[in-house]
Each structure stands twice: as structure tokens, then as C-alpha cells.
């Protein structure tokens, strides 16, 4: 099928008081438009076109990384009708089927969209609505029936009472029939209470010249929820979250409390996982089997393999952690730091850019920055590698059995040699060779007697 989508983004949001476009706000950890965007792709259409005006730079800015997108500016934005129109310059020559789309409304369903397409295709409707019966219709555009035949819309604001109180609403969202859509919709006047150009009252001037106009009316209204509001976006995000932990339970993964846990769409989870309250999983984060993820712990864009551990309140981001790994607690992964299957980090470590090889561990107080750790090398408690000279980050090398004592200072670039010692408060300034003990500290020195004579004092 020969299918144009028009998202509609030009919108100021002035409910949201936000410095930002809205459609640039995140649900559930993705940008709302971005929503839209994935489901309107699975259509396969032949084009999509954005409709920006507020912001547009900072719009275009952030879906830079879609490329086939056009873009068309709206300026000043008269409404709806006025929106569509500014898409004429890139659709008015295309045939087949408008897909009109709200940046506002990212819940919409595939399936929806899809049923959308077709029924505007079966029943060769110059227009399809799609509806929705609601609890509360406040706020939207009401579908005046007479009959059963959809005779017009009217906005919540320019509605009567009576009208008020119609349950349908109109979800915003469109199939056209591109073939004299323009010319149509140049035929809407501002006649309204607020001066603006609707695009539903399209469907009265198609009554009018007896073209056919169809609605698919959605059985789960929560999917055409439209966004004008941080409330109504908090409320979105948590509908797209009980999807989610919905979808993950059922595939096998234990969620204590899926009120609390936080996990963006993309994320995938092994079956028998167990995550505990109020965890945090984001971005392009896969995690294998087996693992059991603590409160309080946030992974953003990592990759953890099967039976791995992280105790409360850790933070993980673009990192790889490896099978049978136990991290935690306050433990803190980040920028490619990779954990090798079997390795261990304790409390207060800090793991930049580093390597710490199969069997290894640093249990407690470490910073380890630009390091290469072998296998079964131990990390004594308060070791922090001195990777930074003011200038250049430098890399350590730490071979494999390596036993690296309390409190030492590796100042790098400098490497221990296999199975090498580094006694305790040492401060390793050059390499250490393989099977050697370094030790930098003086000989210890007691003063018999100080404590009383600086009392008598
Ligand atoms: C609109 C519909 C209403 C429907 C509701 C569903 C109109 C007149 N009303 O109302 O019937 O129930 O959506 O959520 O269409 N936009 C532009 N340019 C403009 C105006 C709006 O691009 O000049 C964009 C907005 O950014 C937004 C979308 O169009 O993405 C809808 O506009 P909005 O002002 O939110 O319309 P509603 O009052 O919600
Ligand atoms: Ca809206």
C-alpha cells in the first residue's frame, strides 16, 4: 500500500511550561515522538514527514538520527488544518493514503494503525477517524454521530453542553485519501473560539459533499491518550512501564514490584532474573539469565551476561559485565568498563574504561581508570590507579595473579608483572617485573614514650 505519514509537531505545548519542544520529553525513557516514529515504521510507508515549528532546530536536532525524515516548518501555527497544509510543497503531487499522526499521542498501537489502514482501504473512505469511548472526554474533540454515520467533530472548547457530554472522542489521528485532501482542507475556515484552523472539521465538509468518511474506534483507550500536560506524560509513561514489566514477566522474569521498576522499551532480560524494587534498567541494556538485580540500582546501556549479581544501589553505564559476575554494593561501572566472567567488585569501586580479568576482584575503596587487569589478580582495599598526570590519561597494566596490597598508588603508565606483590602503601612509580615484590614505604620507626611526654608538655 502506497502510505505518507505526517506527524503533526509544530505545537507550542504550553501545558507542559517546559523550555523544550514537547514532543522532545520522554515517556518511559524514550522521546515521545520517537514513539510515533517506531510505530508508524512498522507501516513500512513510503515517506514521513515531520511538521515542526516551535524549536525546529533542537526538533531536527534530536531525530537526526532518522535519516529518511523530511521536515516542513510551520510558522506562525493556525492549527491543525493550517499544519497539514504546509505539507503540500512535499505530498501534494503523492497518491494513495495519508497517515496523519500526533506528536502527542506515542501510545497508539501498530495494531491499530494497521487496522486504521485497512478499514480505510476496504471501505474506500475519503476519511477514517480513529475513536475511542472514554470515562473523561475533557479536552477532546467529541464525535458527533448521527446514526451511526460520523457527521462532524467539535472541539471541547466551541461544544455545547449536550455535546460536552458524547463519550466519543476523536483521537487525532487519520487516514486521508491523498487525492483532493488539499484542496479540501484550504476550504477550513477559523470560524471557532480559538481562531484557529481545525483539521476534524474536515469531516463535516466531506459529509457535506457526501464523500465517504469511516472511523475505527480502539478498544483500549489508554493507547490514544494525547499529551499536554507533565501529569498526562507521567501517566503514559507509566501505562508504556506496565507494558513492558508486563511483557518480561511473562517471557520468565521475576519483577518484586513492577510499580517500581523503571525499564525502558529496548531493554531485554533472561528468564529467572529477579529484579527488586526500584531498579533502574535503561537505553540499549540487554541482561542474560539467572541474574538478581538489588534495589536502588541503575544500568544504562550495558550489557550483562548470565547469573550476574549487583547488590543495591550500583550504577552501570556502557559497560560489560560478564557471566557470573558479583558487583556491590555502591559500586560504580561505567565507560567501557568490562568485567570479565567470574570477577568481583565490592563496595565503593570505581571502574573506568578498565578490564578486570576472569576470577579477579576488588572488594572495597578502589579506583581503577584506563587499567588491563588479568586473571586472578587481587585488588587490595583503597588501591587507586593514578591514571590521570594533568594532561593525558595513561594506562596500567596488571598481569595476571598479581596481588596488588592495601593502599598502594599506581602511577601510571607502569605495569605489575605477573604474579608480582605490591606490599601495602606503595606507591609504584615504575614497572614492577614479573614474580617481584614491590615496596616503596620507609622502615617503620616507634618513639618509646611520646604520648605521655606530649601530655606532660
Ligand atoms: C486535537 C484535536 C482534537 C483531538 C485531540 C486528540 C484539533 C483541532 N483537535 O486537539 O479533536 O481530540 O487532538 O489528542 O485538531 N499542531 C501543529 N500545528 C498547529 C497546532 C497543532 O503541528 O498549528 C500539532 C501539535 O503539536 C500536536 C497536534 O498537532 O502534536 C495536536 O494539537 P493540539 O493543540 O495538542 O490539539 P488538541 O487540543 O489536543
Ligand atoms: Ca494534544
Redesign the pocket.
Known sequence: MNIHVV???????TRMKSARP??LHRVAGRLMIEHVLARSAALAPRSTTV????QSDQLRGALSGYPGLAFVV?E????????LLTTEPVLGAAAGTLLLL????PLISRNTLQTLVEVHATTGAAATVVTALVDDPR????IVRSGKQLAG?V??KDATPAERGIRE?????YAFALEGLFEAVRGIAAENT?R??????LVAIYRRRGLGVATVTVSNPDE???I?SRVELAAASRIVRHDKTTELMAAGVTIEDPATAYIDGDVTVGADSIIHPGVSLEGQTTIGSGCEIHSGVRIVDSHLGDRVVVFNHCVITNARVADDVKVGPFAHVRNEADLRAGSRIGNFVELKKTVLGPGSKSMHLAYLGDATIGEKVNIGAGTITCNYDGVNKNPTIIEDGAFIGSDSHLIAPVTVGRGAYVGTGTTVRVNVPPGALAVSAGKQRNIEGWVEKKKRR
Open positions: 506527524i503533526l509537531a509544530a505545537g507550542k505545548g514537547k514532543v511538521v515542526v515549528g516551535h510551520q506562525p501555527q493556525l492549527g491543525t488544518a493550517h499544519a500526533s506528536g502527542d499521542v479536552g477532546y474533540g467529541r467533530i472541539e471541547d472522542i476523536n483521537a487525532g489521528i480559538q484557529e484552523y481545525y483539521l476534524p472539521d490514544i491518550r494525547g499536554n
